[in-house]
């Protein structure tokens, strides 16, 4: 079974949401306190999303806000560099900075994140500030919940997908749970859950579903409960990963997937759920089965987490079917 897209539209992919500055560690294996020199990259989950579908060779477009400063302007030109459209990202002019991510490797299982998120302007986006014609234009939105955190951004989010709704872009949401950048738990499942019951893909982790059934009666964390609650609104898939253990598609139709993961020599975690949805996204744009299309997302996350970046690190269709060529003959060990 595979999925279908609109057709006819000049972008295949347009995501909104955070855009921010990861500072990777350069010492690795050694704690924060530790730590002297950190490499920059351009980060946030939906732009890194947004480059692997970039990579992967699909028409790509971005809706965020950046700070007027010199970070912003590195985060608008690796966009460009990357052929992603940025005539939807708009510059601050409220003093607002760029959001920071500092990470610390201390083993490829311990891995954290110091953010720096405020007063950052990627959660400044207005509602005003959302082009609809580009949205209209757009094969799919993929919304990152993260952008839902704070006014006036939760605000353009929603619009985006009354937008998306209207115009008949599949709407792709990455829950992309971040518990720092929120008040509380219950101000959490209720914007998650009025994003997601205006998406058509879902996807996240055993632990950000979670995070949205704070009403819920699933005690058990069982899965199958978690995806038929979305099917009752405009969900057609529901994606739930299990890290290691791999991921399960759940179907509108009733049908349920799994598919195998790869080995990987693992530097960091970090990256893998941004690189998975890229792969997995772009399996689905080109035809492949939904089985398929997990199997491609593993491999790109494998790739990911086997380097040092992210977003640099995001694998064209080329590297991700070489890897999978090299798992399949026994060159690639888990380690």
């Known amino acids: 079974m595979s999925y279908i897209f609109p057709s006819g539209r000049k972008f295949d992919f347009t995501a909104i949401g955070r855009l921010c500055i990861d500072l990777n560690a350069n010492e690795i294996n050694r704690p924060m306190e530790e ?6 990259y351009v980060g946030g989950s939906p732009a890194n999303i947004a480059i692997g579908m970039s990579r992967l060779g699909h028409k790509t477009a971005f809706i965020g806000k950046i700070a007027d400063d010199q970070m912003g302007r590195f985060i608008q030109g690796y966009l460009e560099k990357e052929d992603i459209d940025t005539s939807n990202v708009v510059t601050d002019k409220t003093g607002a900075v760029t959001g920071l991510a500092f990470t610390e490797i201390k083993s490829p299982s311990e891995c954290s994140i110091l953010m720096y998120r405020d007063n950052v302007a990627d959660l400044k986006l207005g509602p005003l500030e959302v082009n609809e014609e580009l949205i209209a234009n757009s094969k799919a939105l993929l919304v990152s919940g993260t952008a839902l955190a704070a006014s006036p951004s939760r605000e353009a989010v929603l619009l985006s997908l009354d937008y998306a709704r209207k115009h008949g872009t599949t709407v792709i949401l990455d829950i992309d749970y971040r518990p720092y950048t929120w008040n509380s738990a219950e101000e959490t499942a209720v914007y998650y859950n009025l994003a997601a019951e205006k998406s058509d893909i879902i996807i996240g982790t055993r632990e950000e579903f979670d995070s949205m059934e704070r009403f819920e009666n699933n005690h058990d964390h069982s899965d199958s409960f978690t995806a038929s609650k ?3 609104y405009s969900a057609k898939l529901v994606i739930i990963k299990h890290g290691k253990e791999g991921s399960i598609a759940y179907t509108a139709e009733g049908l349920e997937q799994r598919a195998k993961s790869y080995p990987a020599k693992v530097i960091k975690t970090f990256g893998a759920g ?6 997995f996204i772009h399996g689905l744009m080109s035809g492949l089965t939904i089985e ?9 996350a494998c790739i990911v987490i086997s380097s040092h970046s992210c977003s640099d690190a995001m694998p064209t269709v080329a590297q991700v079917e070489d890897y999978i060529e090299r798992c399949n003959r026994g060159e690639i060990i888990a380690g």
């Not at 730590?35 to 920059?40: I, P, Q, R, S, V």
Request: glycine share 8%; net charge neutral.
């Open 35 to 40: 730590t002297m020199t950190f490499t920059k």
């Open 274 to 279: 941004d690189s998975y949805a890229a792969g």
């Open 230 to 232: 979305w099917f009752n």
């Open 292 to 300: 398929k299309s997990m199997e491609f997302g593993s491999a790109a």
